[in-house]
């Protein structure tokens, strides 16, 4: 356990995971493509940024399929970045950012970055050659050379792509550029027009990364990851935000954003993407981890090296403009046996994984006051007066510190723990709160503890089994 790898979150079998890229589901499989660097093989080992590849029958049952394409062509040598995956009725396709860095004196932000939009197409197993799609050339002239993480879709015969943008503003300094997304439409999916773009009326962050344009039960949404917003007390805590709009309009008329939203409130959660299952489900699976981040992963000094997860399927739901967010239904099945409390109310999670739902009483919130502590103080949630506070300690949180959500009463809480993470649901998954955290798991069989003080829950509680993985390279 002294890696902290975990039982049932998708890891990098070695080296570095970040953003969720190409999420489908293709003739009863699951393909579930990520950023990702590995320490060997591949060109220039770890220092390539290309994808990795996660595919099976159900969401609890994948194998590591290895690496689709490598950055070594000219249009993508410095890196095959974010995008997403179109299913078809022939396959999937597959559009990524390819990332070129000229040689010179550049900031590569302003001049020396080519962004190109690459299709690649697929059957899931073999993988066709690289088609460029889209080039600087065919972003808006006040563009800046970051426009990347193409997200495609189909609508009404016609295909669309949204691209994130960094517009340059009159001084060429990020508190001045502002953020945005482009809204392309094309008739096969290969040759795009630019159809518009999108952004609030006021200036919100100097770069909008991974945008996810969707419907879902009746209402339309824009997710984007925006850079540069100034951090609150309750909003905005980490470096860089993700969330989402509610978008009033159809695609290709005048539409206007409302009522950003963030997806989750905890220390590690950027990136996210959803996709249709077919099955009548919407999902989303967000990186756990954070760019630039002020803190770190006690994972990186493991040998072999590796850092970060995915979290776990969130099935959503719309409701009043708000999103909310539930671990998809399959992770019940990894359940094992029931937990019992002791007499003091605490819970013991063999190998740190479980799951935990507890649920209080109606009564006002200012007689409601509760914590939840895991470990030695490693964790602590504390709730009073409608604002619930993940506090970590120093040596578990790795430079984590507090974040905090105000969520009003709380009537349920949901916590997905997994050796090195808390997922933790709020209010059947109006709020969510996502860190990574280093307990010291000593002995042979380690184990978390879970103790409740203060008002007291109803609790029920299940150890979790490991996950279905496989690495088929």
Same mark, same amino acid.
Request: net charge negative; aromatic share 12%; with cysteine.
């Given at each position: 356990?002294?890696?902290?790898?975990?039982?049932?979150?998708?890891?990098?079998?070695?080296?570095?995971?970040?953003?969720?890229?190409?999420?489908?589901?293709?003739?009863?499989?699951?393909?579930?493509?990520?950023?990702?660097?590995?320490?060997?093989?591949?060109?220039?080992?770890?220092?390539?940024?290309?994808?990795?590849?996660?595919?099976?029958?159900?969401?609890?049952?994948?194998?590591?399929?290895?690496?689709?394409?490598?950055?070594?062509? @000219?249009? $993508? !040598? %410095?890196?095959? #970045? *974010? =995008?997403?995956?179109?299913? &078809?009725?022939?396959?999937?396709?597959?559009?990524?950012?390819?990332?070129?860095?000229? @040689?010179? $004196? !550049? %900031?590569?932000? #302003? *001049? =020396?970055?080519?962004?190109? &939009?690459?299709?690649?197409?697929?059957?899931?197993?073999?993988?066709?050659?690289?088609?460029?799609?889209?080039?600087?050339?065919? #972003?808006?002239?006040?563009?800046?050379?970051?426009?990347?993480?193409?997200?495609?879709?189909?609508?009404?015969?016609?295909?669309?792509?949204?691209?994130?943008?960094?517009?340059?503003?009159?001084?060429?300094?990020?508190?001045?550029?502002?953020?945005?997304?482009?809204?392309?439409?094309?008739?096969?999916?290969?040759?795009?027009?630019?159809?518009?773009?999108?952004?609030?009326?006021?200036?919100?962050?100097?770069?909008?990364?991974?945008?996810?344009?969707?419907?879902?039960?009746?209402?339309?949404?824009?997710?984007?990851?925006?850079?540069?917003?100034?951090?609150?007390?309750?909003?905005?805590?980490?470096?860089?935000?993700?969330?989402?709009?509610?978008?009033?309009?159809?695609?290709?008329?005048?539409?206007?954003?409302?009522?950003?939203?963030?997806?989750?409130?905890?220390?590690?959660?950027?990136?996210?993407?959803?996709?249709?299952?077919?099955?009548?489900?919407?999902?989303?699976?967000?990186?756990?981890?954070?760019?630039?981040?002020?803190?770190?992963?006690?994972?990186?000094?493991?040998?072999?090296?590796?850092?970060?997860?995915?979290?776990?399927?969130?099935?959503?739901?719309?409701?009043?403009?708000?999103?909310?967010?539930?671990?998809?239904?399959?992770?019940?099945?990894?359940?094992?046996?029931?937990?019992?409390?002791?007499?003091?109310?605490?819970?013991?999670?063999?190998?740190?994984?479980?799951?935990?739902?507890?649920?209080?009483?109606?009564?006002?919130?200012?007689?409601?006051?509760?914590?939840?502590?895991?470990?030695?103080?490693?964790?602590?949630?504390?709730?009073?007066?409608?604002?619930?506070?993940?506090?970590?300690?120093?040596?578990?949180?790795?430079?984590?510190?507090?974040?905090?959500?105000?969520?009003?009463?709380?009537?349920?809480?949901?916590?997905?723990?997994?050796?090195?993470?808390?997922?933790?649901?709020?209010?059947?998954?109006?709020?969510?709160?996502?860190?990574?955290?280093?307990?010291?798991?000593?002995?042979?069989?380690?184990?978390?503890?879970?103790?409740?003080?203060?008002?007291?829950?109803?609790?029920?509680?299940?150890?979790?089994?490991?996950?279905?993985?496989?690495?088929?390279?």
């Amino acid at each position: 356990m002294k890696d902290w790898r975990m039982h049932y979150h998708l890891m990098p079998p070695d080296g570095w995971l970040n953003d969720p890229n190409g999420l489908c589901r293709y003739q009863g499989e699951y393909h579930i493509f990520f950023q990702y660097s590995p320490n060997a093989p591949g060109p220039d080992g770890r220092k390539a940024r290309t994808w990795g590849h996660y595919a099976g029958p159900s969401l609890t049952e994948l194998s590591f399929r290895g690496v689709p394409f490598w950055p070594v062509d @000219p249009v $993508d !040598h %410095d890196g095959c #970045y *974010s =995008g997403s995956a179109l299913v &078809e009725d022939d396959g999937i396709r597959l559009y990524y950012t390819g990332n070129v860095k000229l @040689p010179g $004196d !550049h %900031d590569y932000t #302003y *001049s =020396g970055r080519q962004a190109n &939009e690459i299709l690649v197409e697929t059957d899931g197993e073999h993988f066709g050659a690289k088609q460029t799609v889209l080039v600087n050339a065919d #972003y808006p002239s006040d563009c800046t050379c970051h426009v990347r993480d193409p997200k495609v879709w189909k609508e009404n015969g016609k295909y669309y792509m949204v691209l994130g943008a960094r517009v340059a503003g009159p001084d060429h300094k990020a508190e001045t550029d502002h953020g945005e997304v482009l809204l392309y439409v094309s008739e096969d999916g290969k040759a795009w027009k630019l159809a518009k773009t999108l952004q609030m009326d006021e200036r919100f962050g100097y770069m909008w990364e991974c945008p996810d344009y969707f419907s879902l039960d009746g209402e339309n949404f824009l997710g984007i990851c925006p850079q540069g917003v100034a951090s609150e007390e309750f909003r905005f805590q980490n470096i860089y935000e993700s969330g989402y709009f509610r978008v009033d309009g159809g695609t290709e008329e005048n539409q206007h954003l409302h009522d950003f939203q963030e997806w989750d409130n905890g220390f590690d959660f950027y990136a996210p993407q959803t996709f249709e299952d077919g099955t009548g489900r919407r999902l989303l699976i967000g990186w756990v981890g954070m760019p630039d981040a002020p803190y770190r992963n006690a994972t990186a000094d493991c040998d072999p090296y590796w850092e970060n997860c995915l979290t776990v399927p969130r099935a959503l739901r719309a409701e009043g403009g708000r999103i909310y967010q539930t671990p998809a239904e399959e992770l019940t099945g990894l359940r094992g046996d029931p937990l019992q409390a002791d007499p003091e109310g605490q819970i013991t999670l063999p190998d740190g994984a479980g799951d935990i739902i507890a649920s209080w009483p109606e009564k006002p919130d200012g007689e409601k006051i509760w914590k939840i502590i895991f470990g030695n103080d490693d964790a602590v949630l504390t709730f009073s007066e409608g604002v619930l506070s993940l506090q970590l300690s120093e040596k578990a949180g790795c430079g984590r510190t507090i974040r905090k959500c105000r969520t009003g009463d709380i009537h349920t809480l949901r916590i997905l723990a997994d050796t090195s993470i808390l997922e933790i649901y709020i209010n059947d998954g109006a709020y969510v709160m996502t860190t990574r955290f280093y307990p010291d798991y000593a002995g042979t069989d380690p184990e978390l503890t879970v103790r409740f003080e203060g008002s007291r829950p109803a609790v029920s509680a299940w150890a979790m089994q490991t996950m279905q993985t496989n690495i088929l390279y």
